[in-house]
């Protein structure tokens, strides 16, 4: 498998490219429009061809590159069923796989930070979104966050795959990359909560100010990153 | 085998964390002196024990953590043989290698960004310092660097490696996290130098600025980023 793990300094976004094998067909989770031509030049470079780019979700805190890729490389652009991005080329629902060659990842519908989340996985690895980070998870304050849902995607879904599977993220601001199911379970401050009542106390007593780009990024993601006319 | 990638953002710095097994003892690459905070409760987090720290040369860029951790987890610190650092409690040379429990890292001397720069290999990987960065090489003009003994270190030693080998450098400022022996050979532009006089003409026309803080990082990384006494 070819899985190359790249970093947007700016939003701290992490995005993936996937691929079986060189030559072959790529996936990229949540591309970040000014990195667009970083994802090009490397696609190129390694010979692989893009037929799909995903968001696990609608961001709040960057653009999507998912239209421009759509227009540079012909590639398909997918996000979740309950997504309110008219743009994209294919919706997915919980059950569905994400494939490129013989690589297919599971889809699972873990919604809480939005009711559009989505995560990825693989037999070694899951692709989490905002649901679950890095000794942390993603608010549940807007675009219809839900603490209840968010517990449930964690306790329900997530934190049942095997202790040793590896977590990425869709960001990270403390510097680390790589997580593990067993390791988020032990130490995640959040996911110490003694029940779903306390996690929903939790999460609703956050009080974080909007992220700097919201009220930019989340119509410009609405429309898969491209400019629409006002 | 437990491997961690972590970021410095200020500096751009990758370091590596690595054991063979949970509980078991534990190497450090390259670790920037501010996050020592950050790899403490990691690798308390993962149950580990922290035996070896370790720099690939002396960094012009960041203080290191070198003489922090030793105080605070009595690992030994090690640079090679050839470093001006007197506080590292361990010399290396190549040939030799570096252990925690059974995982072994074969040195490689590969100067040229400065005289004192080593490589480290894993039969999948190689740790590479700043003589070999993703899609570009360490800058030569300070620390007794020397373009011809880098494109040595390059063209003799670390482009010899398989070509699947991963390239993992000690920075990056792209968002790039890791690439292959075979990618760097067909894509980074300065390893498309013609040979040995057209390499040392191209290093040593870049005419760079001094790393911001080179003339504290460099005095500070002699004594292991400890305070020494005026």
Do not use: W
């Amino acid at each position: 498998m070819i899985f190359r793990q790249l970093f947007d300094r700016e939003s701290s976004t992490y995005s993936y490219l996937l691929a079986e094998r060189p030559g072959g067909e790529a996936l990229l989770i949540d591309p970040v429009l000014e990195n667009t031509n970083t994802y090009v030049r490397l696609i190129e470079e390694l010979g692989l061809e893009l037929v799909l780019a995903v968001d696990t979700h609608i961001h709040a805190d960057h653009v999507t590159a998912l239209g421009a890729l759509r227009d540079r490389t012909d590639c398909a652009s997918a996000m979740g069923e309950m997504t309110k991005a008219e743009c994209v080329s294919v919706r997915f629902r919980e059950g569905e796989k994400l494939c490129v060659d013989n690589l297919h990842l599971d889809i699972l519908y873990t919604p809480g930070h939005t009711d559009d989340s989505y995560s990825f996985l693989l037999p070694d690895r899951v692709f989490t979104g905002d649901t679950l980070l890095i000794r942390g998870t993603g608010r549940t304050d807007f675009q219809n966050g839900d603490a209840a849902a968010q517990y449930d995607s964690l306790f329900g879904k997530l934190l049942t795959l095997p202790e040793d599977t590896l977590v990425f993220p869709a960001h990270d601001y403390n510097g680390m990359t790589v997580s593990t199911i067993g390791e988020e379970k032990r130490h995640n401050p959040r996911l110490q909560a003694a029940d779903k009542q306390a996690y929903v106390d939790l999460m609703n007593g956050l009080k974080l100010d909007d992220p700097r780009l919201m009220d930019v990024a989340v119509p410009a993601n609405r429309s898969c990153g491209l400019k629409t006319a006002a």
